[in-house]
C-alpha cells in the first residue's frame, strides 16, 4: 500500500517536473502542444464563451425599425455598451492573461496559435465597450504583427468596421479597398462583403451595396444572417422601385422562418412590393385580409392598413388609399412612427395636388408623433411649418373679409347675428335638458353640428371649420388628450358644483343673496357685434391685417413652395385691392423675379418698366439694372444674420463666455455689418451675467454712444435707469465670478451633489464603490463624501484621467440602473470638476456658479 502511495507521489513529482519545463522560449512539440492547450481551454475558452453569450444577448434583445433599412450588424446601442463593461473587462482581463503567460514569440515568429485570436477577442471586446481608438491599437497590431497569416484579413475587417463607426469613411474605404486587392480568404469572403455593402449602404450608394451584399450571400451559412441579408437585400431593390426582386428577397425571408417582427414585416414589405403588371394583387390582397382578421396582428393593423393603401394608390383607387391611410392613422396603438408615416403620405398626397389646407391638417398630425431621429424630420418640419404659416394667413384673409362683408350690409349682419343668437340659445336649452338627464355632452361636437347645419362656404368667420380645426390643434398641444365632459381643466371634478366655471369672457354673473346665475353672452347680439370692424379705425385694422397675409402668401406660396401660380394670384390681388400700400413696390419686384423663373417675357417686361419709370432711385431698380449688386449685399447680409443667429442662441443657453468671444469676432469678420449694434448690446447684457455691476453699466453706455440712433441704444438706456432704481433687471453682478478653467489633459473629481437631509450618503458611496468594481475594476477610483455648506454635502470619485474618461464614466453613472437605480432616481446634480477646479470649487463653497460653468463647457447630453 505505501508502495503504490509512494509510486503516484513520484508520478505526479515527474508530471509536474515536465510541465514546468514547457518552457515558452522553446519551441519543440512538447512546449507547444503545453502552451496551445493551456491557452485553447482555459483563458481564451472562457473569454470566448463570455463574448458569444453577450453577442447573442444583445442580438436577441435588438428591435428593428423596418420602416428604415435594417443594419446588417447588430452592436450594442451606448446604454447596452456600459451594462456589458464587467464581461468585456473579464474578456480583456483573460486575454491579456493567455497572452502574457503562454505566447511563444521566438525569433519573431508566434508559435501559440492562439495568441492571435487572443488578441482579435480582446478588440471585440474593445469595440463593443465603444473605446473604438484602443480597438483600432489592438487590430492594428494584428494586422501587422501576424501579416502572413489570414487572421490579417480578420484583424483589417475590424479596422474598416471600426472606423465605420467612427464615421471615418475615407480610411474604411482604404482598408476595404486593401483587402479587396490582395485577396480575401474564403472564410472571411461573406463578413467582408458584408461589411463593404454596410459601407455603400451609409454612404447611400445602393446600386453598390446591392452588388457587394449579393455576392456575401453567395458564401452566408448561418441562416440568422442569410434572413438579415435577404431582408436588407429586399429593402435596397424596393428603394430602386425594383418591385419583382424586392418580392421574391422578401419571401426567402419568409422561407426562412425568422421570428415574428421579421417574418410580419416581410410579408408587409411583400405587400408593398407589388407590381401592378404582375397581376398577383388578388393573392396580396387576400393575404392582408387574413392578417387582419388574425387576432395576433392587432397591434399591426396600422402597418396593414398602410400595404393595403399601397396597393390601392397602384391600382388608381385614390379615394380607397385615402380611407386605408387613415384608418392606419386611427388605429395605430403603440407605433408612433407608422402613425407619423401614414400622417405623412397623407399630407404629401394633399401637397402634391395642390390642397394646402388639408395638407397642413396632416403635416402637423405627423409632426406630434414623427421621432425626431427620422431621417426625413428636417424636410418634414420645415414643410409643415411654412404650410401653418401659409393656411394661418389664408385664415386671416378669409376671416376679414367675411367681417368686413358683415360691416357693409347691415340686413346680412342682422340676419347672420339673430341667427348665432337663437342657435346659442337653442345651444342653452339643450344642455340644461342634457344636465337634467345627467347625461355627458360633448360641446366641440355641438358646435360642428351646428357649423355644418347652417349655409358654410369655409369663409364666414364663426362657423369656418378649418378655423375649429386650428383651434382643436392647439387645444391638443396645451392639454393633452382630454376626454370631453364637463370642467375638464379640474383635476379634481368632485369639488365643482357649478354646470360651467369661470367663463367670464362668454358669460355675465347675475348675483342675489342665495343664488347665482350665470347668462351666456353668446345669447346677446352685442357679443357677436364686437367682433365686427364697424368703425373706421377698426375697419383700417382689418384691412392692414389683410395686406399683410396677402404679402406673405405671395412670398410663402413662391419661396416655400415654388408654386409660382398663386404667388402671382396673391400679388397680383394685393396690388388691385390695396394700389396705395406700402407693399406695392416690393410686389412689383416680386412679379419680376417670378417672371424670370417662368421664363414670361411680356410679364417681365411690364414690372420692370413699371419699377424703372415710378421708382428710378430704389434699391429694386438698381438691382434690376446690375444684377451683382444685390448678390453682394444680399449674400453678405444673409451670412452675418446666420452668424448673429449663432450667437443670440449661445446667449439664449446661457453661454456667456462663448458670447462674448463671438461678438469680438464679428467685428474683424464683418467689417461695418448692418448687425453690429446688436452684437454690441448682446455683449454688453453678456458682461451683466459675467462680470461686475460697474463694468456692466460701462459696457452699456458705450453701446449708446456708439450706436446713438439705434433701437439698443433706447434698450440700453432703459436698463440703466433700472439700475438706478436699484431694480436687477435679470442680471447678477457676480455670477460665475470664481475663475474656473476649463482643461482636458488633467485629472477630473465626479461629484454628486447630495442635500444634507438625504441619510443614505453612506449607502450611496458603498453602490457607488460596487458600480466601480463591476464596471471599472481595472481602475482604482477613490470614494469619499464632506459637506460643502450646512445644506449640501457632496461625494467624490477621484481620480478620472482625462477629459475622454471623465465624460465616459459620468454617462456610464447616469445610464446605470442596476447599483446606482436609488441613487439616480434621485435626479440629484452630477458634475466633473478637474483637481485645479475643485480646490476652487471648494474653498468659495460655488454650487450655483459651478453648476453653470459645467453646464456650459461639459458635453455629457445623454
Request: proline share 2%.
Amino acid at each position: 500500500m505505501t508502495k503504490n502511495i509512494n509510486i503516484k507521489i513520484i508520478t505526479l513529482i515527474v508530471l509536474t517536473i515536465s510541465v514546468l519545463s514547457c518552457s515558452k522560449k522553446k519551441k519543440g512539440f512538447t512546449h507547444r502542444a503545453y502552451q496551445n492547450t493551456v491557452s485553447r481551454y482555459n483563458g481564451y475558452f472562457n473569454a470566448k464563451e463570455i463574448y458569444k453569450a453577450n453577442k447573442t444577448r444583445i442580438y436577441d434583445e435588438h428591435k428593428d425599425d423596418f420602416s428604415e433599412i435594417i443594419p446588417l450588424f447588430v452592436y450594442p446601442d451606448e446604454s447596452q455598451s456600459k451594462a456589458m463593461y464587467p464581461d468585456m473587462d473579464k474578456i480583456i482581463e483573460k486575454t491579456s492573461t493567455v497572452i502574457d503567460r503562454h505566447s511563444m514569440y521566438i525569433k519573431k515568429v508566434e508559435y501559440n496559435r492562439w495568441i492571435d485570436k487572443s488578441y482579435m477577442l480582446m478588440g471585440k471586446a474593445r469595440f463593443y465597450k465603444q473605446e473604438y481608438f484602443v480597438g483600432e491599437e489592438v487590430f492594428e497590431y494584428v494586422a501587422k504583427a501576424f501579416k502572413n497569416d489570414d487572421v490579417k484579413y480578420e484583424a483589417l475587417i475590424w479596422l474598416a468596421r471600426t472606423h465605420i463607426e467612427l464615421d471615418n469613411m475615407n480610411k474604411a474605404e482604404s482598408y476595404l479597398t486593401l483587402i479587396e486587392e490582395q485577396g480575401v480568404p474564403k472564410q472571411y469572403s461573406s463578413e467582408f462583403n458584408a461589411l463593404h455593402a454596410n459601407f455603400y449602404i451609409k454612404k447611400r450608394n445602393y446600386d453598390d451595396a446591392i452588388t457587394k451584399l449579393t455576392k456575401a450571400l453567395e458564401t452566408t451559412k448561418k441562416r440568422k444572417k442569410r434572413r438579415r441579408y435577404n431582408y436588407v437585400l429586399a429593402q435596397l431593390w424596393l428603394k430602386k422601385k425594383e418591385f419583382g426582386k424586392a418580392s421574391e428577397l422578401f419571401s426567402k425571408v419568409i422561407k426562412l422562418k425568422p421570428r415574428y417582427d421579421m417574418m410580419f414585416n416581410a410579408k408587409i414589405s411583400r405587400a408593398l412590393s407589388f407590381d401592378p403588371e404582375s397581376g398577383d394583387q388578388k393573392d396580396i390582397k387576400k393575404m392582408l385580409s387574413r392578417m387582419v382578421k388574425d387576432g395576433k396582428n392587432v397591434e399591426f393593423l396600422d402597418q396593414i392598413h398602410y400595404a393595403l393603401a399601397d396597393i390601392a394608390f397602384k391600382e388608381g383607387d385614390e379615394p380607397l388609399g385615402i380611407d386605408h391611410l387613415q384608418k392606419s392613422a386611427a388605429l395605430s396603438v403603440s407605433n408612433d412612427k407608422q402613425k407619423a408615416l401614414s400622417y405623412l403620405r397623407l399630407g404629401e398626397l394633399f401637397y402634391a395636388k395642390p390642397l394646402y389646407v388639408e395638407s397642413q391638417a396632416y403635416y402637423d398630425s405627423c409632426l406630434t408623433v414623427l421621432p425626431e431621429d427620422y431621417s426625413r424630420y428636417e424636410t418634414v418640419y420645415e414643410r409643415s411649418k411654412a404650410l401653418t404659416r401659409l393656411v394661418e394667413n389664408l385664415i386671416i384673409v378669409q376671416e376679414e373679409d367675411s367681417l368686413q362683408k358683415l360691416a357693409n350690409d347691415e340686413g346680412y349682419r342682422n340676419k347672420v347675428i339673430d341667427q348665432l343668437v337663437q342657435d346659442a340659445i337653442d345651444e342653452e336649452e339643450r344642455k340644461k335638458a342634457e344636465l337634467e338627464n345627467d347625461n355627458e355632452f360633448n360641446s366641440f361636437d355641438n358646435n360642428s353640428t351646428i357649423a355644418s347645419n347652417l349655409p358654410n362656404t369655409g369663409k364666414w368667420y364663426f362657423y369656418n371649420n378649418t378655423t375649429l380645426g386650428f383651434g382643436f390643434t392647439d387645444f391638443k398641444k396645451n392639454w393633452g388628450n382630454r376626454k370631453l365632459e364637463d370642467n375638464w381643466r379640474r383635476s379634481n371634478k368632485e369639488t365643482v358644483a357649478s354646470f360651467e366655471d369661470d367663463l367670464e369672457d362668454e358669460s355675465d354673473t347675475a348675483s342675489s343673496d342665495s343664488t347665482k346665475v350665470k347668462v351666456n353672452k353668446k345669447t346677446t347680439p352685442e357679443y357677436y357685434l364686437q367682433y365686427i370692424p364697424l368703425t373706421d379705425e377698426k375697419m383700417n385694422v382689418s384691412h392692414n391685417k389683410i395686406i399683410e397675409s396677402l404679402y406673405a402668401l405671395g412670398n410663402i406660396y413662391r419661396e416655400d413652395f415654388q408654386d409660382y401660380n398663386n404667388s402671382i394670384k396673391s400679388f397680383e390681388d394685393l396690388i388691385v385691392r390695396y394700389d396705395t400700400c406700402r407693399y406695392k413696390l416690393p410686389s412689383w419686384y416680386n412679379l419680376y423675379r417670378i417672371s424670370l423663373l417662368i421664363d414670361d417675357d411680356a410679364m417681365k417686361q411690364k414690372y420692370k418698366t413699371l419699377i424703372l419709370d415710378n421708382y428710378p432711385e430704389s434699391e429694386y431698380a438698381r438691382i434690376i439694372q446690375d444684377p451683382t449688386y444685390n448678390k453682394v449685399t444680399r449674400e453678405n447680409r444673409k451670412r452675418v444674420d446666420n452668424y448673429y443667429s449663432i450667437v443670440y442662441d449661445m446667449y439664449g443657453d446661457e453661454k456667456y463666455s462663448k458670447v462674448l468671444i463671438r461678438c469680438e469676432k464679428a467685428k474683424s469678420i464683418f467689417a461695418d455689418n448692418h448687425l453690429q449694434d446688436h452684437f454690441d448690446f448682446l455683449a454688453a447684457m453678456a458682461i451683466g451675467h459675467t462680470n461686475t455691476m460697474d463694468s456692466f453699466k460701462l459696457a452699456l453706455q458705450n453701446v449708446i454712444v456708439l450706436h446713438p440712433e439705434s433701437e439698443v441704444s433706447v434698450e440700453a438706456k432703459r436698463i440703466l435707469e433700472l439700475i438706478k432704481k436699484g431694480i436687477k433687471v435679470g442680471v447678477e453682478e457676480t455670477v460665475n465670478a470664481v475663475p474656473y478653467e476649463h482643461v482636458f489633459d488633467a485629472d477630473f473629481n465626479f461629484v454628486v451633489i447630495v442635500p444634507g437631509k438625504d441619510t443614505k450618503s453612506n449607502k450611496y458611496k458603498v453602490d457607488i464603490s460596487n458600480f466601480n468594481m463591476k464596471y471599472y475594476s481595472d481602475k482604482t477610483y477613490e470614494v469619499s463624501n464632506i459637506f460643502v455648506d450646512p445644506l449640501n454635502q457632496i461625494i467624490i470619485v477621484k481620480k478620472l484621467k482625462g477629459y475622454d474618461a471623465a465624460i465616459d464614466y459620468f454617462k456610464s453613472f447616469k445610464l446605470n440602473n442596476d447599483n446606482l437605480k436609488d441613487l439616480n432616481v434621485k435626479g440629484y446634480q452630477y458634475l466633473l470638476v478637474s483637481q485645479k477646479n475643485f480646490a476652487l470649487f471648494y474653498k468659495n463653497k460655488d454650487i450655483k456658479g459651478y453648476v453653470k460653468f459645467f453646464k456650459e463647457n461639459f458635453e455629457v447630453e445623454l
